[in-house]
């Protein structure tokens, strides 16, 4: 990725504008050796990223299409290793009308029928997670995933979530 392009992207991130990554479609250039681990910690040639700026950057500029990831801007498109899914719901917020839940990359969105929560495969079992924009999703940390339990009521043999009149079925007791 060019210098220019770099500082353009900072450029709106600081003004709290995530690009239309939606909207570019360059072509593909290579791989980049930028994983993106379970936990939703990224790495550079086996190294743990340490400028958070920069980890935000990226996740700015992250892109899925089908199982792949990629990090686009308009003019360069390279693909990256993704575990699991790349982002980490860290913390959850219940209000009266139900329920805000933050990212590890500081996304906050509302549960609600365009960011439901959904179940999927994980380890051996079943696990929540939820889209943040685009088709790219989150998982629940352990600590907001027992958040997310304890807000939880049983319903004929279900465990219930409700948030923004929507109700998401957590498992079965």
């Not at 770099?6 to 791989?31: H, I, K, T, Y």
């Not at 917020?93 to 549960?111: E, P, R, S, V, W």
């Not at 609600?112 to 939820?130: A, K, Y």
């Amino acid at each position: 990725m060019s210098f220019q392009s770099l500082e353009q992207l900072l450029g709106q991130q600081a003004r709290g504008e995530l690009p239309p990554v939606s909207d570019w479609n360059p072509d593909f250039c290579g791989d980049i050796d930028i994983r993106i681990d379970k936990q939703g910690t990224w790495y550079h040639e086996g190294s743990e990223f340490k400028r958070e700026k920069l980890v935000k950057l990226f996740a700015s500029i992250l892109k899925k299409e089908g199982d792949e990831y990629f990090l686009v801007t308009p003019v360069e498109k390279l693909r990256i290793q993704v575990e699991d899914l790349p982002f980490q719901i860290i913390m959850i917020h219940k209000d009266d009308d139900g329920l805000q839940a933050a990212t590890n990359m500081g996304d906050m969105i509302t549960i609600d029928q365009q960011h439901p929560i959904t179940l999927s495969q994980f380890d051996d079992g079943e696990v929540p997670e939820v889209e943040i924009r685009n088709g790219l999703k989150a998982r629940f940390n352990r600590s907001s995933y027992y958040q997310l339990v304890d807000l939880a009521e049983e319903r004929a043999g279900l465990f219930v979530v409700s948030s923004h009149g929507c109700e998401f079925v957590l498992g079965e007791f």
